[in-house]
């Protein structure tokens, strides 16, 4: 197993990361029973990057993301943005959980535009600005459908642009394209790519797909099983854009893939 | 797979033969036409005595729909109140239940004694038995939230009037309007009921002159008369959940379509 990193020194450093989770720790349950669902888990993601989050079920990942997002408070640690350190997150990330939550009684405009009204934008400018992403989130004549028409995909694709839409630097992706086959899913990761260089935005994903996090990441960090902690980090040095089978055919791809199976297989097992 | 020709052919189908053998049956003799009037004869007692039971089912349907109405928006309230205050819940709740016991037959005549022959009495009765399944069915809706939404919206700023405009509401219409379906049946029987307790006007004080009168063929042409009500309540419920939440594909929706969606 790999060594842990030494969290003074980290193995990788950002000169000020956008986002930190910095020691975090998090139980759930009454005393007696209670189960430990993180245990000091130090993140960091640097403002314009990827960095996924991969590791067993149950190694706490969803948790990790909700107290990212404000959702949960953790016991011990704190989250910074912006090296600050923000005693309640919520609304200053943008959280795409695993369920797609596109509520079935709006039209998939009304969907998109959720966060945007809900900031207090116009009706009408918030359907200006998103009915302009529609063509590139190949929602294009979807605008009015209900949710229940739209394929996976679709669903999927309606969920990111409704997390951009909210205006938020940081995108929190919770196994974004999970539900989906894995030829969808294949694409979906390459567009998902030209969105975040399309749009800027820093992401942090979570995701239990190797491949998935080391095609689309800068940074990869492995979870163990319960209580998640951090047992790998990883830079992934491949230039951008990145060419799908190139990248996940290289060498230098298959040896990493190799050493975060491994770490995941040691991981579950402590 | 019942084809959608035969959406409304085959219960109408049912209804001519079991039409056919109660004819028979009467005409036979095996059942005097005192006792049981044949169908003919209903259907002769209706065309007679149409403007009769039309000026009388226009006080009726009155007294329905405002009770449900009234039903609509004291089940509502109560709903909102049970669903989101544990005091109340704990409080209100039991007697919710405890009201349906309420033998509403019973009640109507004391009712009637002490708010006169009024429509008053008559809206308290029909609300009594329609707001019960509205209540229980939006309790139920706005319980069925989706607490991950709620978490979601929450990260995107919303509070909890936007929350209950933007989720709990609309989550909870489709049962609302199971609920009002329901009610909306029941409004026509509980209108009769008002009306038997004390009316000068209507279905109920229509069916009980005729039963003064031994008018068996009148009374089951009032009847005829209240099941078309109750139907037509139906569907303008129905219809109106149509309109109001188009997202959904209701069990009503179901049977006016013919059921095979």
New interface residues.
């Given amino acids: 197993m790999r060594a842990m990193p030494d969290r003074a020194v980290p193995a990788i450093s950002h000169a000020v990361p956008l986002l930190e989770a910095r020691s975090i720790s998090k139980s759930f349950g009454e005393r007696g029973q209670r189960v430990e669902a993180l245990r000091d888990i130090t993140v960091t993601v640097g403002t314009g990057s990827i960095v996924s989050i991969v590791g067993p079920s149950g190694s706490g990942k969803s948790t990790l993301l909700n107290i990212l997002a404000g959702l949960l408070r953790p016991d011990t640690g704190a989250v910074l943005i912006g090296g600050e350190p923000a005693t309640n997150p919520i609304g200053r990330t943008a959280l795409m959980p695993q369920r797609d939550l596109l509520m079935p009684w709006k039209t998939v405009l009304d969907n998109v535009t959720v966060g945007m009204r809900l900031r207090g934008i116009s009706r009408k400018d918030a359907r200006a600005e998103a009915l302009g992403r529609f063509p590139r989130f190949g929602l294009q004549g979807f605008e009015s459908a209900y949710p229940r028409v739209l394929s996976g995909g679709m669903r999927q694709r309606a969920a990111l642009l409704r997390t951009i839409l909210t205006g938020r630097d940081i995108l929190l992706l919770d196994e974004p394209l999970g539900a989906l086959d894995a030829i969808t899913r294949m694409d979906m990761q390459s567009w998902l790519l030209g969105i975040q260089a399309q749009f800027g935005k820093t992401m942090l994903l979570v995701t239990h797909d190797v491949d998935e996090a080391l095609y689309l990441s800068d940074h990869v960090y492995v979870l163990s099983g319960r209580p998640g902690r951090v047992i790998g980090e990883h830079r992934v040095p491949v230039e951008r854009p990145r060419s799908y089978d190139d990248t996940v055919t290289s060498p230098r791809f298959v040896a990493q893939k190799r050493q975060v199976l491994q770490e995941l297989r040691e991981g579950s097992t402590t | 797979m019942i084809r959608r020709t035969s959406r409304y052919a085959l219960p109408a189908l049912l209804l001519v033969l079991a039409g056919l053998l109660w004819q028979h049956v009467v005409d036979t003799g095996t059942i005097p036409d005192f006792v049981l009037p044949s169908p003919a004869e209903i259907w002769h007692a209706a065309v007679v005595d149409r403007d009769l039971l039309l000026s009388n089912a226009v006080p009726t349907l009155l007294i329905a729909v405002g009770g449900l109405a009234l039903a609509l928006g004291i089940g509502v309230s109560l709903a909102v109140a049970i669903a989101y205050s544990p005091p109340l819940r704990a409080a209100v709740y039991p007697l919710v239940v405890g009201s349906q016991t309420v033998p509403v037959l019973a009640l109507a005549p004391v009712l009637a004694l002490i708010l006169g022959y009024s429509i008053l009495p008559k809206l308290v009765i029909v609300c009594l038995v329609c707001f019960f399944p509205i209540t229980v069915n939006t309790v139920d809706g706005l319980r069925s939230v989706?607490e991950?939404?709620v978490?979601?919206?929450?990260?995107?700023?919303?509070g909890p009037i936007?929350l209950f405009r933007?989720?709990s509401l609309?989550?909870a219409?489709p049962y609302l309007f199971s609920g009002a379906r329901v009610a909306a049946t029941f409004s026509v029987i509980g209108a009769l009921f008002g009306e038997w307790a004390g009316s000068y006007s209507g279905l109920g004080y229509l069916m009980q002159q005729q039963q003064a009168q031994f008018d068996a063929a009148g009374l089951f042409a009032a009847i005829a008369a209240l099941t078309l009500l109750g139907i037509a309540l139906f569907g303008v419920v129905t219809l109106l959940e149509r309109i109001l939440?188009?997202?959904?594909r209701s069990a009503g929706d179901a049977v006016l379509r013919g059921g095979n969606e």
Avoid: C, Y
Avoid at chain 2, 151 to 158: C, D, E, F, I, V
Avoid at chain 2, 245 to 248: F, L, N, T
């Fill in positions: 989706d991950e939404m978490s979601l919206l929450r990260t995107m700023g919303a936007a933007e989720v609309p989550a219409l939440i188009p997202w959904h």
